[in-house]
């Protein structure tokens, strides 16, 4: 993730999304005395996090970040993972917009 740039990752069974890693649910275990020999993704994910389709709108998204205080969401259609988007995703789209 830190060398990717990334602040989450999709954890994925097949096509099908499982759970959502983020940088706050390492930080968290690794205060909690994480031992990265043993520990699975699946003990630091979040499961069944909420999920957004690509046909919600930018600030529809922002809100629900907002609202929720996530920093990202997950995108599926059809019941794939899509992508990502992010808190900083969503502000570069909503600037962009504006101008």
């Known amino acids: 993730m830190a060398t990717a740039g990334h602040g989450s990752l999709g ?3 097949g096509s099908h999304l499982v759970g959502l890693v983020t940088e706050r649910d390492i930080v968290r ?3 909690a005395g994480l031992d ?3 520990t699975t993704v ?3 994910m979040s499961s069944e996090p909420d999920i957004f389709s690509p046909e919600n709108d930018v600030w529809e998204a922002a809100e629900w970040l907002a609202e929720a205080g996530y920093r990202h969401l997950p ?3 059809d019941g794939q993972l899509l992508g990502i988007v992010s808190v ?3 502000l570069v789209a909503i ?3 504006e101008d």
């Open 11 to 13: 954890v994925v069974e």
């Open 75 to 77: 995108v599926i259609e």
């Open 95 to 97: 600037v962009a917009d």
């Open 88 to 90: 900083r995703d969503l």
């Open 42 to 44: 699946s003990a630091v």
């Open 29 to 31: 275990a690794v205060a």
């Open 36 to 38: 990265t020999d043993t």
